[in-house]
Nanobody, 118 residues
Framework: QVQLVESGGGLVQPGGSLRLSCAASGFTFSTYAMSWYRQAPGKERELVAVITDTGDFTNYADSVKGRFTISRDNTKNTMSLQMNSLKPEDTAVYYC???????????WGRGSQVTVSS
């Protein structure tokens, strides 16, 4: 069965950095585009970044462009999100998923909490 496990979150001061990881299993990871999403308290879940199956192409929400970098390692079935210059408004639970599954509300993991606060 599909499993997506996010890790690497924590408490960081504004301007700091964190690196999130997503460990995937139960499907052929290397053939699926993947995305990072986040959900802040009281808000709907939003798309943060997407990466193609090969990792050749990426795209970002305007709010994180230039600060976040999505990457993947198909040999390890993992995906990462490097987050720099963090802002309080980046505080959210971060999730990884395949875009189509996300639209179907399937296979969400527990997420990883990121809190940006002084």
């Amino acid at each position: 069965q599909v499993q997506l496990v996010e890790s690497g979150g924590g408490l960081v001061q504004p301007g700091g950095s964190l690196r999130l990881s997503c460990a995937a299993s139960g499907f052929t990871f290397s053939t699926y585009a993947m995305s990072w999403y986040r959900q802040a308290p009281g808000k709907e879940r939003e798309l943060v970044a997407v990466i193609t199956d090969t990792g050749d192409f990426t795209n970002y929400a305007d709010s994180v462009k230039g600060r976040f970098t999505i990457s993947r390692d198909n040999t390890k079935n993992t995906m990462s999100l490097q987050m720099n210059s963090l802002k309080p408004e980046d505080t959210a639970v971060y999730y990884c998923n395949h875009p189509s599954w996300a639209q179907l509300n399937k296979y969400w993991g527990r997420g990883s909490q990121v809190t940006v606060s002084s």
